[in-house]
């Protein structure tokens, strides 16, 4: 298991990740919250165990549901692709992929929507953005992916004559 820091998140995780991994640093890093790989098992539609959605989001023909259960977990479910059981208390996150799903989307997924609910969940804020420091204050360029973010940030650097 190697250990991550990530949106502001410190991550224990089973998955290889795209971020900056702690283990290669020294000191100890005590992690927010693990995440493990769990059995293949079918995430096809709504869930319709007991609980409130609290989250949901139709995207053409794909879907995802925030699922909060009687017992305060969650379970964050990306319609015909994985659930991920959310246990907040313990920090525990374990990834259910279907048996269609590609190993390297967990994750994406991860690292992506989980972590993004997680972090609101806490109450904070989640934004996709770039960010630069300006008269020594920060400002967040935000927009949709492919929008121009980084070369607006990129330009905004450069010194003009």
């Not at 293949?40 to 539609?45: K, L, M």
Request: overall charge negative; aromatic content about 6%.
């Amino acid at each position: 298991m190697r250990t991550y820091r990530i949106h502001g998140l410190t991550l224990a995780s089973e998955y290889e990740l795209d971020a900056l991994e702690l283990d290669r640093l020294e000191g100890a890093f005590t992690p927010d919250y693990e995440l493990r790989a769990g059995e293949t098992r079918s995430a096809a539609g709504r869930p319709d165990e007991r609980g409130e959605i609290v989250a949901e989001l139709e995207l053409g023909e794909t879907s995802e549901w925030l699922l909060e259960r009687e017992d305060g977990s969650w379970l964050l479910r990306y319609d015909r692709t994985a659930d991920f059981e959310i246990d907040r208390g313990s920090g525990l996150i374990v990834a259910h992929p279907a048996p269609e799903t590609a190993d390297r989307l967990i994750p994406i997924l991860a690292c992506g929507g989980v972590l993004a609910h997680l972090i609101f969940g806490d109450g904070r804020i989640v934004l996709h953005a770039s960010a630069v420091e300006i008269d020594g204050r920060a400002v967040a360029i935000v927009g949709s992916s492919g929008a121009g973010k980084s070369v607006t940030a990129r330009t905004s650097m450069t010194p003009h004559a």
